[in-house]
């Protein structure tokens, strides 16, 4: 099975500030990459898919590059609700696996 | 704009089943899969399997193969999970989620992409 590896797994970001979330995977997954973004007691809601395609109700401030087994998630000017819980998950292979996650804290 | 709706929490013993239910209203049900993903406390998601309505075949993760049954009943656009000889280590949220792309000439012919909507996830709680 592919190993989704995020980094950092905690970031502390303060607002106004960009946030840089990476995302390796242990063989290629082309682009069939999503982004989740999970707060608590909630369920997660996607963000991105096929690496850098924004899925609707997320501004621009949102988004995503990479291709192969490097991805990057990148927010602009971190807002006070950005900061959650940020999952990567491939598709591209099965099974389908997720990064275990980096948490987005506030400075 | 499609909405999940999924059953209330649970509370099992070690050694039975739960079944889990996941209702899509306000879109298209039949050409989407639908794939359950679970997160115990405090910890990542992983997937379980999905089924594709209109073809009716589920598959699942070698994980839980044997223990997982994933089934659809496109007359009330819901679809349900159910997992058998429930241990401890099973505790976890429990999410159903609507998965892309959708089937279109026949593919793709299983689930297995981006999940998009998610439902509200189902507490389930294995105690003695």
């Known amino acids: 099975e592919i190993v989704m590896t995020q980094s950092p797994a905690t970031l502390s970001v303060s607002p106004g500030k960009r946030a840089t979330l990476s995302c390796r995977a242990s063989q290629s997954v082309s682009s069939n990459l999503a982004w989740y973004q999970q707060k608590p007691g909630q369920a997660p809601r996607l963000l991105i898919y096929d690496a850098s395609t924004g899925a609707t109700g997320f501004p621009a401030r949102f988004s995503g590059s990479g291709s192969g087994t490097e991805f990057t998630l990148t927010i602009s000017s971190l807002q006070s609700e950005d900061f959650a819980i940020y999952y990567c998950?491939?598709?591209?292979?099965?099974?389908?696996?997720f990064g275990q996650g980096t948490r987005l804290e506030i400075k | 704009q499609v909405q999940l709706v999924q059953s209330g929490a649970e509370v099992k013993k070690p050694g039975s089943s739960v079944k889990v239910s996941c209702k899509a209203s306000?879109?298209?049900?039949?050409?989407?899969?639908i794939s359950w993903v679970r997160q115990a406390p405090g910890q990542g998601l992983e997937w379980m399997g999905g089924?594709?309505?209109?073809?009716?075949?589920?598959n699942y993760t070698q994980k839980f193969q044997g223990r997982v049954t994933i089934t659809a009943d496109k007359s009330t656009s819901t679809a349900y999970m159910d997992l058998s000889s429930l241990r401890y280590e099973d505790t976890a949220v429990y999410y159903c989620a609507r998965d892309h792309p959708p089937v279109v000439g026949g593919s793709p012919s299983a689930a297995g992409g981006w999940f998009d909507p998610w439902g509200q996830g189902t507490l389930v709680t294995v105690s003695s």
């Open positions: 306000g879109g298209t049900f039949s050409n989407y899969a």
């Open positions: 998950q491939q598709y591209n292979t099965w099974p389908l696996t």
């Open positions: 089924i594709i309505p209109i073809f009716g075949t589920a």
